[in-house]
């Protein structure tokens, strides 16, 4: 078997994100119902691995020697992720915290806010980041400009973080979850969702996978201030 070649790069910065609305078991919604939001104007998207620590065996003899000392692996259950929107998208903020939308005239044609009750979120979604490749390594041989993908196909439970009014400007701030992906044949989030793929020829969403990270020629969405259909 042939060694596998790496690739390296630095990524610096955050230039667009797409939200895509998925079902219950994390399928893209496709046609009627569908939902993509492509933006620049976010201020950072962080993501805290979250893990179940492994358990410990210590046991001493009688005088008090060590006779047993391991620990298990630690387990990762899923990752919590946190988004800073420095401008407020009002159809995409209100799926994402599963919210309602504010419309002119209730016709579900011009969003104007959103509206939030009591109650458990219920929307999920996939979130998808691009960063530049910085330094030397930004261009490919051909002269390509690289990118950095990185790929939440399964995120939920989202929560509304702190919003304060001030002199100075105001950000929205998103919390939520990541599950394991869909990897239900020709319906799961596959190479991720619409025609455009920005992971490798043949590679898609494995069972387990809460994050994908991948170095790409494919240049990033454009960004719409009106949602889009998948």
């Known amino acids: 078997m042939p060694a596998t070649v790496a690739s390296a790069a ?28 492509v933006t ?26 060590p006779c047993v000392n391991q620990k298990d692996d630690p387990v990762l259950k899923r990752m919590q992720l ?7 998208n009002t159809t995409g903020v209100a799926y994402l915290a599963s919210a309602r939308e504010l419309t002119v005239n209730g016709a579900g044609v011009t969003g104007t806010g959103f509206a939030f009750a009591e109650g458990s979120p219920s929307n999920r979604y996939s979130l998808e980041v691009w960063q530049r ?4 390594g930004a261009c490919d041989a051909s002269g390509a400009q690289r990118y950095i993908y990185n790929a939440w196909p399964n995120v939920g439970a989202s929560r509304i973080g702190t919003y ?4 100075g400007r105001s950000t929205l701030q998103v919390q939520s ?14 190479d991720g969702p619409g025609s455009t793929s920005w992971l ?3 590679e898609s969403v494995k069972a387990g996978d809460h994050w ?7 240049p990033p969405p454009t960004p719409q201030v009106n949602p889009l259909t998948l």
């Open 10 to 37: 630095t990524a610096i910065k955050g230039t667009h994100a797409r939200i895509v609305r998925v079902d219950a078991c994390g399928n893209p919604v496709t046609g009627t119902g569908s939902l993509v939001v």
């Open 40 to 65: 620049k104007g976010f201020v950072q998207v962080q993501m805290e691995p979250q893990y179940e620590d492994g358990e410990e065996f210590f046991e001493r003899t009688a005088d008090g020697t």
């Open 82 to 88: 946190t988004i800073d929107f420095c401008e407020i």
């Open 133 to 136: 490749v910085a330094g030397s």
């Open 164 to 167: 304060t009014v001030e002199n």
């Open 177 to 190: 979850e990541t599950q394991a992906a869909s990897v239900a044949p020709g319906v799961g989030w596959g």
């Open 200 to 202: 490798p020829t043949g």
């Open 212 to 218: 994908l990270w991948n170095i790409t020629t494919t």
